[in-house]
T-cell receptor
Framework: AQSVTQLDSQVPVFEEAPVELRCNYS??????LFWYVQYPNQGLQLLLK??????LVKGINGFEAEFNKSQTSFHLRKPSVHISDTAEYFC????????????FGGGTRLMVKP | NAGVMQNPRHLVRRRGQEARLRCSPM?????VYWYRQLPEEGLKFMVY????????ESGMPKERFSAEFPKEGPSILRIQQVVRGDSAAYFC???????????FGSGTRLTVV
């Protein structure tokens, strides 16, 4: 069975600083990987996804993530954060033989301070 | 092109009542998924449906919970005889197929009092 671990439950960072949100997964088969963002009292918005091809994936709002198969990681990065990036971020994995079901990590709360 | 529409946004039920949550997928999407988010936790898969068929209900509690996606109309998640532990945000998502990375609705926040 697949699982996703987000190592940091909260990440405080100052505005304009870089940030990395960590995500590790476990699976016995090939996977597809996703990052979603959730603003307070809202649904989830897809930031980016890795299905195949280049391991460096660029998403919306200046975010990017790198798939590292050997380390089973898919860390999310942004070189300079804004106050508006304050939100909950979820990493998710889908096994390519499991239909479309997503397994989510527990989430990381990014708190951007002025 | 409206996104995934869920209603109601907020639902309050007394213990023992029934809760009905509705989800209208994006236009052209025939695959619907329901997830539950407990407070301070990530989302947990509940059920995956296509029109008139349940494809995967491995995440559904064995009792009191049911889901349908009829030929016409929205998908419905039904919770009978609600208990306090059912209080959560319930999210629906849709996709046009097994395209990986679907669109979520804004959720229904169920509070059981």
């Amino acid at each position: 069975a697949q699982s996703v671990t987000q190592l940091d439950s909260q990440v405080p960072v100052f505005e304009e600083a870089p940030v990395e949100l960590r995500c590790n997964y476990s699976s016995s088969v090939s996977v597809y990987l996703f990052w979603y963002v959730q603003y307070p009292n809202q649904g989830l918005q897809l930031l980016l996804k890795y299905l195949s091809g280049s391991t460096l994936v660029k998403g919306i709002n200046g975010f990017e993530a790198e798939f590292n198969k050997s380390q089973t990681s898919f860390h999310l990065r942004k070189p300079s954060v804004h106050i508006s990036d304050t939100a909950e971020y979820f990493c998710a994995v889908s096994e390519n033989n499991a239909g479309n079901m997503l397994t989510f990590g527990g989430g990381t709360r990014l708190m951007v301070k002025p | 092109n409206a996104g995934v529409m869920q209603n109601p946004r907020h639902l309050v039920r007394r213990r023992g009542q029934e809760a009905r949550l509705r989800c209208s997928p994006m236009k052209g999407h025939s695959h619907v998924y329901w997830y539950r988010q407990l407070p301070e936790e990530g989302l947990k898969f509940m059920v995956y449906l296509q029109k008139e068929n349940i494809i995967d209900e491995s995440g559904m509690p064995k009792e009191r919970f049911s889901a349908e996606f009829p030929k016409e109309g929205p998908s419905i998640l039904r919770i009978q005889q609600v208990v306090r532990g059912d209080s959560a945000a319930y999210f629906c998502a849709s996709s046009p197929g097994q395209s990986h990375g679907y669109t979520f609705g804004s959720g229904t926040r169920l509070t059981v009092v």
